[in-house]
Each structure stands twice: as structure tokens, then as C-alpha cells.
């Protein structure tokens, strides 16, 4: 048994896919002690009180009208400068591009700001101590973000290794969310055709690629699940996208790390929350063998996975 930090997850919805205190309760009871959510349209979640579970809100992202992301976008007629200086917490969410075409491989909905307007967001955000997290598709696209400062780059589908070597070298997190691509596969509305299907699988499979080239080269990786998303439902797919990386070729001790204390130190936020956890089982769900309740907050770089 090790005891360590609760899980962390750095990409979620608690507005979408149900009532937004219960999915937190259901983030809570599967052992997870803090999430960062990546989006509320127009500050839904504002003032909801999620305790025990810990919620970092990046509150509505930064989009451009008739863009992709009105859904959990800010749409005040109010300057770039008053929406970052409004968001609740130190990270700022910005979406990029839009989603992963499943007609055509490869394709992803269009770029909405240029290089100079992402590095004037990422500028104006750094003057006011906040960090960017930004939703991402394509390699070019993510390398605009890499190269404008991004602090994270969200899903990144298509993302090419040279551009993950940079990210290591720049100390840039990636949250790959290739759970929420794997489970369309289940597709249980029948949403998709065949020919959809047999995109969607190559999708994820090369983003499994892509995670273990950057586990390789020392980028950055997260835990974040677009939980929220179609399909993706909150808490248990924090396990699969998990167990996805295991397929990916990652071992157990580092994914634990990754999905514990390193979560905890990404979002800056002292560890309150302590569990238990069967290496041997992990990362299936029952891997939590005992959830120990705060006994006084140490900090994440003071924690670290201890044997009891
Ligand atoms: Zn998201």
C-alpha cells in the first residue's frame, strides 16, 4: 500500500454531463481530491460550493464570436484584458482551435486567433499572475501555442514530436484527454458511421503514440478527462484514461506520480487530501484501498508518495 496524494484532474467540466455538485461528489468518491475546470459558460458555476472536493475554475474560456466554444465560453462585449483579469483562479483558458474532424483524418475546426492576439493573451494574463491553458488541435496549431507561451496545451490531436520535444524543453504541460477519444467508440446513441468509427480509433491510437514519444523526451504530461464531454462521464473515466496510458506504455509508478502529487504542484494548490493506493491493482478503479481524511495541509513538493 502507498499512501499519497489524492488524484488530480487537470481538465474537466462540472457544468456538463449532469448537476455540477454531483459531479463533484462522484470526482470525489472515486478518490480524487482536486480538478481544474476548464470552462463554465459564462461563470455558470459561480458562487456553488464543491467542498470536500477542491475546484480550481478557470471560469468561461476566451473565444471569438462564431467560433467554436459559445458553450462554455465568456460572451461579454467587454475588452480581452477585463475577461483575464475576471477569470477566478491563476489559469486562463483559451480555446485555440476547434474540434477533431471524425469525416476527415486530420482535420480540425478552424484557428481562431493569430500569433500576435494568443501571445497578447498570454502577455496581458502573465502581467496579472495567471498561467494559460489552451485548447488545442493540430500540429501547427499547437506549435503557435508553444510558441506564445501556453503554460498547457489541452487534447492536442496531431500534435508532431518535434513539437513535444520543445514542450520539454519549455517545461509545457500536455493533457492529451484520450479517454474522451477512445470512449466515442462506444458510441451507445449511435451517433457514428462506420466510416467515423474507424476514425475515431485512429485518432486515439495515435495520441497513445504520441503520449508514450513524449513520456520518452520528458514532456510534461497530466491527467485531465474532458469529463463533462459526450460520453464521458465523471470519475470513472479518470481510471480509463489511466489505463490508456498504461497501454501507452507508461509505468506504474510514474503514472501514480503523474496522477497524484505532480497534479497537486501543476495547479499550485497544497495537498489537503490523502488516499491509499494498491500499486498492484492501479489503475483499476478499486485501486483506492482508503481514503484518509485532511490532517492538515502540507504542501505538494513536501508530499511525494510515501510507504506508511
Ligand atoms: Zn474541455
Known amino acids: 500500500m502507498l499512501k499519497c496524494p489524492a488524484f488530480v484532474d487537470t481538465h474537466l467540466h462540472l457544468s456538463l454531463g449532469g448537476e455540477p455538485r454531483e459531479n463533484a461528489r462522484r470526482q470525489y468518491d472515486a478518490g480524487i481530491g482536486l480538478v481544474r475546470d476548464a470552462g463554465d459558460r459564462d461563470g455558470c458555476l459561480e458562487g456553488l460550493d464543491f467542498s470536500p472536493l477542491q475546484v480550481v475554475r478557470t471560469g468561461p474560456a476566451l473565444f471569438k464570436p462564431g467560433y467554436y466554444g459559445a458553450f462554455i465560453g465568456d460572451r461579454r462585449q467587454v475588452d480581452l484584458e477585463e475577461k483575464i483579469v475576471s477569470t477566478p483562479a491563476g489559469f486562463v483558458k483559451v480555446l485555440l482551435t476547434g474540434l477533431v474532424s471524425f469525416d476527415e483524418y486530420g482535420v480540425v475546426g478552424k484557428t481562431q486567433w493569430s500569433a500576435d492576439e494568443l501571445e497578447k493573451i498570454v502577455v496581458t494574463a502573465r ?23 501556453a503554460h498547457s496545451l489541452e487534447h492536442g490531436y496531431f500534435i508532431g514530436r518535434d513539437t513535444l520535444k520543445m514542450m520539454a524543453d519549455r517545461r509545457i504541460y500536455w493533457t492529451p484527454t484520450v479517454a474522451a477519444m477512445a470512449n466515442q467508440l462506444q458510441d451507445p446513441d449511435g451517433r457514428f458511421s462506420a ?38 462521464s465523471h470519475g470513472r473515466v479518470f481510471f480509463q484514461e489511466l489505463e490508456l496510458y498504461r497501454q501507452a506504455g507508461i509505468g506504474r509508478e510514474d503514472l501514480l506520480n503523474m496522477a497524484t502529487i505532480a497534479g497537486w504542484e501543476m495547479l499550485e494548490v497544497p495537498v489537503d487530501r490523502w488516499i491509499t493506493v494498491d500499486l498492484e491493482r492501479f489503475p ?18 513536501q508530499g511525494g508518495i510515501i510507504l506508511p
Open 127 to 149: 502581467r496579472h499572475g495567471k498561467k494559460v491553458m489552451v485548447h488545442v488541435n493540430s500540429d501547427a496549431a499547437c506549435r503557435l501555442a508553444v510558441e506564445a507561451g
Open 195 to 232: 466510416v467515423q468509427l474507424q476514425i475515431i480509433e485512429k485518432n486515439y491510437r495515435r495520441q497513445l503514440e504520441m503520449i508514450n514519444f513524449a513520456h520518452e523526451v520528458g514532456t510534461p504530461l497530466t491527467i485531465g478527462t474532458d469529463s463533462g464531454s459526450y460520453n464521458v
Open 284 to 301: 483499476a478503479s478499486d485501486c483506492v484501498t482508503a481514503a484518509v481524511e485532511p490532517v492538515g495541509a502540507t504542501t505538494g513538493s
